[in-house]
Each structure stands twice: as C-alpha cells, then as structure tokens.
C-alpha cells in the first residue's frame, strides 16, 4: 500500500557512470516531482511533470534526464555521475498547486 | 520568486514542554500556501501541518498549531505537549497558487527532544 515509492534507497558508484533512478506513485496524482537533498539538507526542486508534460525545469545540468512514461511513474537518469551529485533525492506526487506534497522514501547516492 | 527563512538551525526542548519554531517568507504573490513538514532520521519527510493564506484562521493538527501572521509574513510553528518522537528537522515551505508549482523549502530547524 505504498503511496511513493522509489528505487533503489541507496545507489553507490563511481565517477563517470550513469545511473537511473525510478519513482512510482499509486495515488492517482497529476503531478511528480523531482527533489535534490544536499548535505546541509537543504531541499531544492529539480523537475515537475504535469500529465506526462514537463512544467519545471530548474538550472540542473544536462546530465539530469527525467522522464514520464505515464502519470504515474517519473525517473530520473543521471549520466556522467560527478562527486557533486552525491545527495538525497526525493520523488513527490501531488493533485496539484496547494495539495500536500506526498514524497518517496528518498534515494542515497553516493558517487566515488 | 518565493524565498523563505528559517532563523533556527537547531532548537531543543525538554519533553512534555512546549517548543516554537520560526519561519518567514517573502513573496509577491496574494494567493499562497504553506506548509510545516517534518523529517525524522528515518530521512521521509512527512507533512505536519498546512495553511491556505486567504484563510485568517490558524491551521491546527492535534498537538501541532501555526501562528500566522499574513502582513508579517510570518508562519511559526508551536509544538505542544513535545514527545520523544517530534525529534527530526523541520522544514518550512510555501507554493504561490499562481504559475509554476514549485514548492520552495527554508534550510530547516533541527529539533531535539531532552528526556
């Protein structure tokens, strides 16, 4: 009965790789997200997608990929892992604007 | 733009006592929301608490209250009763209920509960 989840809870790697992140929600929500937890805990967005569409796109270099099969799934490929990618990142579902925010369990990167 | 500001990067409270934790934010918008989540050590963040800006009422959840004060731009959270459990960092959020919906965090308030 899991409302978000996301896959995989840790990911380790090394520098260069490229890694992809899935996140499914069963709450029937427009809206996902895309959040970057950096060690001081600061929690930024990074993507949103509305109905499949992407609506947010926040200054994430190139190599930060979403992408929205259907409503209720959104993944998130990273290509050429950088020691400055290692956070926490969240996925989130949502009805829409002022609805409560539901997020995933978080996924621990860590690149070496 | 949304920004909003989290004054406190660590609070403590001794349990069963009653604890507040600040946050202001500044946007141009008249139609917003706001938003206390909590994050345990379990890392999941969970939402404690909502307000709708045109509402003057303060939002309530059992043990959890706001104040918010609109022309001050200011939304604190009371806890009441503390427990063992509030233990976690607290964020506050805000979402403009007009363009994109991007929900901006403050850097957050680290609360530890004293036994």
């Known amino acids: 009965d899991t409302a978000v989840s996301q896959t995989p809870k840790y990911l380790v790697t090394q520098m260069g790789n490229d890694k992809s992140i899935k996140c499914e929600q069963n709450l029937g929500h427009d809206t996902m997200y895309w959040y970057k937890q950096d060690s001081k805990k600061f929690l930024k967005i990074m993507f949103s997608?509305?109905?499949?569409?992407?609506?947010i796109n926040e200054t994430v270099p190139n190599r930060f990929s979403p992408k929205s099969p259907d409503k209720a799934h959104l993944n998130l490929h990273i290509n050429s892992l950088e020691l400055g990618d290692s956070a926490v990142y969240f996925c989130?579902?949502?009805?829409?604007?002022?609805?409560?925010?539901?997020f995933g369990p978080g996924t621990r990167l860590t690149v070496l | 733009a949304q920004t909003v500001t989290q004054s406190q990067p660590e609070m403590s409270v001794q349990e069963a006592e009653t604890v507040t934790l600040s946050c202001t934010y500044d946007?141009?918008?008249?139609?917003?929301?706001l938003f206390w989540y909590k994050q345990p050590p379990s890392r999941q963040m969970i939402l404690v608490i909502r307000q709708e800006a045109y509402k003057q009422q303060n939002a309530t959840e059992n043990r959890f209250s706001v104040n918010f004060q609109k022309a001050a731009k200011s939304f604190s959270l009371k806890i009441s009763d503390s427990q063992l459990g509030d233990a976690a960092m607290y964020f506050c959020?805000?979402?403009?209920?007009?363009?994109?919906?991007?929900?901006?965090f403050g850097t957050g308030t680290r609360l530890t509960i004293i036994p």
């Open positions: 997608y509305n109905n499949k569409e992407l609506i």
């Open positions: 959020a805000s979402i403009s209920n007009f363009g994109n919906e991007k929900l901006t």
């Open positions: 989130a579902s949502s009805h829409g604007r002022g609805s409560e925010q539901f």
């Open positions: 946007t141009s918008e008249s139609d917003y929301y």
